[in-house]
C-alpha cells in the first residue's frame, strides 16, 4: 500500500493505492472539515436562499444561485422574463470560462507539457504566461461587470437578476470577451500542437443535464449515456432516489454513484453529446487543429475545456450584442406570502465541473425545511478511483513516483475540486 498527499487540486486529499498480486485498488480521500450548508439553510425564507448558496463554491457561485433560483422559482410559480433569463446565460458562461482557464492552465497543461508545475511552466514559456493572465484578466472583469464579483456572485434574485449592465458596461464586457476569444485562439495554436494526452478508454458512463436544443446548462432531467450508446432519461423528482451514497467512516465527504455505476460527468460528456450545439466558429477551430469528438479518455477533458471556453466567449458576445440593456431593470417577481402546502423544489444545472443538483423542501411558510446540494465532484470521485486503477493495472508503472503520476492525471484531468465533495449527510446504519 501507498499513500501520498494530492497536489495541484482545489482542496485537500490523499490518495491509496493497493497491489495485490495482478488487482490494484485506489482510494481518494477528501480531507476537508464538513460545512454544513445544508444545515445552515434550514429556517430560512426561501428569498434568502439564493444569496446565501452562492457562498457554496468560489469558482462556482453562478451554477449554485442559478440551481437555486430556478428550483424555488418551478414551485413557486415564478416566471423569469427572456431578457433576464439570457443574461443569467450570459453570467453562467462567464463562471465557465474562469473556472475552465483556472483548471486547465494552472492545473492540468504541466502534466502534459513536462513539467512539474504551473510555476515550472511559466518558467519555461513565459509568452505563454503572459497570454494566459491576459485571458484571466478578461475573465474576471467580465465576471465583475454581469456578477457584481469574480466569486461568490451577488446578482442573481428570485425571478430575475438584481441588475443589468448598462451600455457602457456592455460594451465593455464585449471588449472582455473578444480580447479573451483572440487571446486564447493564439494559445490554442500554441498549445493543441504540442499536447500529447493519452488515449487508452479511460472512460466510463456519462452523466449530463438534459437541456434539448442548445449546448447544456440546465434542465429537469439528466442523461445517463452508457459506453454502448444508450441513453437513459432521469427526470429530476427521480434523481435522489437514482443516486447510490458513499462515505468513509471518520471522512466528510460523501460522493454517489449513480444507478450503481461510477460516471463521468463535466466538460467531456457535453462535448461528445453536444458537439453539434457548439458554435460553428469552435467547431471549425477545433476540427483545424483535428479534435471532434468522441473523446475516448477522461484525460481527454482539457480538450473539451479549451472548446467550452471558446463557445462561451463566443456565446456571451452574443447574449449581449442581442439587446439594448439600457433600460432593462433585471426582472424579479414579488414572493408569495404563504404555500398552499409543504413544497418540494428541485434542478440541475451544468456548472463547469459538471451535473449540479439542489433541492430544497419548503413549509407553508415557505422557509426551508430541508436542503440536499448534490455537486459534480460528488459524481466524478469514483469513476477517479476506479479509472486510476485501471491505468496501473494496464501499464505497470515503474515506481512511486510514476504510480503518483498516472493517479494524479487521471485526478486532475477529471475534477480536482475536492472540497465540493464535503456535503456531510446521515446515513443509515
Known sequence: MSEWGLGRVEGEGSVEVYVSGGAVAVRVNIE?????????????????????????????????????????EGCLGLE?????????????????????????????????????????????????????????????????????????VVNLRLGGVYKAPSREEAEAVKRYVEGARRVLEELLDEVLPSLEVPCEGLVKPLLLVHDPGRYPHDGAAVLLEDLGGSLERIEVAGYEAALEPRQERGKNAVVYRVRGRAVVTGPLARFNHAWDRLSGETRDLMKRHGWRPPLRDVRQGIVARLAEVHDALVAIRSVLESRNWDSYAGGGRAMPRRAGGRLHCAYLVEAPRGVLYHRYTLGEDLRVESAKIVTPTQLNVPSMEELSAQALAARPPAGVGDVKRTVEVVVRSLDPCLSCSVHRVVLEA
Open 80 to 152: 423569469v422574463d427572456e431578457r433576464a433569463a439570457e443574461l443569467r446565460v450570459a453570467m453562467h458562461l462567464a463562471e465557465r470560462v474562469k473556472s475552465h482557464l483556472l483548471h486547465v492552465f494552472l492545473l492540468n497543461l504541466p502534466d502534459y507539457m513536462g513539467v512539474g508545475s504551473a510555476i515550472d511552466l511559466w518558467e519555461r514559456r513565459p509568452g505563454l504566461l503572459k497570454r494566459v493572465s491576459s485571458a484571466l484578466a478578461s475573465s474576471a472583469r467580465a465576471m465583475e461587470a454581469l456578477c457584481g464579483r469574480t466569486h461568490n
Open 32 to 72: 476537508e472539515a464538513p460545512r454544513f450548508f445544508e444545515y445552515l439553510l434550514r429556517g430560512r425564507g426561501a428569498d434568502q436562499v439564493v444569496d446565501l448558496v452562492t457562498r457554496v463554491c468560489g469558482l462556482c457561485g453562478v451554477s449554485h444561485a442559478l440551481a437555486a433560483a430556478m428550483a424555488l
